[in-house]
DNA sequence: CTCCAAACTGGTAGTTACTGTCAATAGGCA
DNA sequence: TGCCTATTGACAGTAACTACCAGTTTGGAG
């Protein structure tokens, strides 16, 4: 979803689930992966770049105007992120005392917890594709600056400080792109390590190691 | 230059007072300039996007072709970064007893002192389209990975551990991350704060904050 | 069940960034 | 002066998007 205004905000995982859509929703759905599934097929053989949009469509039995509807731009295939609101829901319900490391990685349990459960192997490829290719990588971290805007109100509201305080962006930015970083460790130790454990270590390291002698 | 191998690697600065050029080489920065000046103009009126390297070509007196000689993408305008070999050569001047944020800020001086004097209108020009534009935000974070590595590197080197270290990632990635955050927000301020006295503000709030209470 | 409005779709015709090639030209140098 | 090479412009092409319009499908009201 992304970015997308077309279909529904956050769907995917709950829409699943959750209610019997009408014909209408579960056709969008079912046209949302075909796109996604052909696309991650060529990609997988002919690389990101040397796919054409054209193709990914023929391959999806869908026009090159209809793809465009689902996703405005070829990079948001790649990058979703479905679980920022979850995430925002789980940091408000953290104690206001809590550090701010320790209210992040709690908060982030559950929903990595979930994309581990729904997606891994596609999030691992994501990242690949996404340390390939410096487009789509670039993409993705605009993507992040959201995130970051999210934590940042968040961080805001429970310090009582504006989200124009420089100290309080600076964490906020450290903080997401520090959760990015070990994502990339995590893809390209091919998730075999516990994700949870390793944005501990990292944040750990920020918090107490870039002043030590 | 950034990320070009047509005309020459570090350049700008040098190069005006430096030699005593060849008339071909004075020609070609003049075109350089002319392009980069044409652009700006129409950018400050029409907008980035608003802009086609078409009109930049024309208002700079030079065929569509030789832009892209010049520039290789029209991003590239809009970013420049020839002051990563001197902060390079700054940081590994530092003692390795030192603290990362010591280093960093003591390291930054220098190299700040010196686009300050330069460039700082363009800087504060940059800074706002890239605030505007999320395709230009999209490039310069790409560009802003090498200078990560390149931070990684030095800390690796220091430090002894590999540059696939965990933590001395998340570290560098920190740095990195706020330091950009920084430079935002000084411009957004128009520029009227000391850089240094932020950039240590933000680097320490980073370093002493994260795990407070 | 019927019919209508809205949502969805495909096709067509752009626009723009960017690439490759090739011949002409202009600067540097013997 | 005259040769060699870097620089240039014109041209043709590709691929990612955008705008628009006409035809179909769906969900719901009567």
Do not use: C
């Amino acid at each position: 979803m992304t970015s997308a205004p077309p279909p529904n905000p956050a769907a995917d995982i709950e829409e699943i689930l959750a209610a019997p859509l009408g014909l209408r929703e579960r056709k969008k759905l079912r046209t949302r992966r075909a796109i996604r599934a052909a696309a991650f097929n060529r990609f997988a053989t002919q690389g990101y770049e040397g796919t054409t949009v054209d193709q990914i469509a023929a391959d999806a039995d869908v026009s090159p105007s209809t793809f465009f509807r689902y996703f405005p731009t070829k990079e948001d295939l790649v990058i979703s992120d479905d679980y920022d609101p979850l995430l925002e829901a789980e940091l408000r319900a953290r104690p206001a005392e809590e550090s701010i490391v320790e209210s992040v990685l709690k908060a982030m349990i559950q929903p990595l917890r979930a994309v581990l459960a729904d997606e891994r192997d596609d999030l691992l490829l994501r990242m690949r594709l996404l340390r390939e290719n410096p487009a789509i990588r670039a993409r993705s971290q605009v993507d992040m600056i959201r995130s970051r805007d999210m934590l940042l109100r968040v961080l805001s509201e429970r310090s009582g400080r504006p989200t124009s305080d420089l100290e309080l962006r600076a964490q906020a930015t450290a903080v997401l792109a520090v959760s990015g970083e070990t994502v990339e460790y995590w893809a390209e130790h091919n998730g075999e390590e516990n994700l949870i454990t390793l944005l501990e270590r990292a944040l750990t390291a920020v918090a107490t190691g870039l002043t030590a002698h």
